[in-house]
């Protein structure tokens, strides 16, 4: 990696929890930032990221963490961005690109652009990698790796700084793709965030349930109960922030999503096997194209962070 120049001399991570912590180990990792500068809010979290050994520096403040950096990074809960852009905007270093990792792009886009200066470059991000833990034990080198990260550059985005942060997700392993923010929010609707609903009204409906039937539950979880409680046990304020925040697609996929779950009600109660066989076979279908495409494997997910990513080239974006 060493022969290849770095993408950026200082990034600056404000929350480094899965996500913030994952960019540090990655970027590292590929040689792509020449120094890296972390925060988080407590310090309990910021000690453990010193003792991790995931940054050049950990500072006290957000406000010190972007002092010069040229790359600006928000990792925390959605909910934050705006407040930590207020607090920082005063200190990022003129010409700095400025991004965020949250899951929901047009809430960020509504706090956080008011807070830009006119010298830094706002390219908002999102990575669609994950998994259900948090903080920086959690995070590795890998996540992004064949996963995909959505950049929702305003509208009049310098391209060159655009097209760095896009090289910058690139150089993690990530395949990138440009997204208007409203439509970024409908996708992650549908693809996530009522899923994880689901998950999360299905886990609470069975502990909701006797306790002895609620030790079958856990005893036959893996009639496909277990793959829920996985989803379910995400941290409870990154998705709390997320619900809050993307409220008008979720609403519109929930309900389309009530009135399919209607006509399986129906069909069930109706003995309507047609429906169901037609439905399940369609889902089926969607299943085998996941997984032709790359973004899952037949076996589970558990050993993903073990998985090797090779060296990714690194295109020439006009600078260094
Ligand atoms: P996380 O593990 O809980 O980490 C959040 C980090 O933000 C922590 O280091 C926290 O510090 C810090 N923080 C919170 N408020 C702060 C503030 N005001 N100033 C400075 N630091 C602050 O969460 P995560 O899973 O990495 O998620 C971070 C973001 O990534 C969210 O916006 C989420 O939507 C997005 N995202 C998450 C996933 C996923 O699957 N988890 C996937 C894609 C995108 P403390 O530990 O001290 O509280």
Known sequence: MANRPALFNRLALIGTGLIGSSIARAARAQGVVRSIVATARSGATRARV??????????????????????????????????????????????????????????????????????????????????????????????????????????????????????FWSALGANVEFMAPDHHDRVLAITSHVPHLIAYTIVGTADELGQVTRSEVLKFSAGGFRDFTRIAASDPTMWRDVFLANKDAVLEMLGTFSEDLSTLTRAIRRGDGDTLFELFTRTRAIRRGILSIGQDAEAPDFGRPHERMPPVPRPYVGED
Do not use: M, Y
């Open 50 to 167: 010193a003792e991790l050994g995931l940054a050049d520096q950990v500072l006290d403040t957000n406000a010190a963490a972007v002092a010069g950096a040229d790359l600006v990074i928000l990792c925390t809960p959605v909910g934050q961005c705006g407040q930590v852009a207020a607090e920082i905007a005063p200190h990022l270093a003129d010409g700095a690109i400025l991004s965020d990792v949250g899951s929901v792009k047009g809430a960020v886009v509504r706090d956080v652009a008011p807070h830009v200066p006119a010298n830094v470059h706002f390219v908002p991000a999102h990575p669609v990698a994950g998994t259900e833990h948090s903080g920086p034990d959690a995070g590795f080198a890998e996540l992004f790796f064949n996963r995909w990260c959505i950049l929702t550059p305003p509208e009049h985005t310098d391209p060159i700084a655009a097209k760095k942060l896009a090289a």
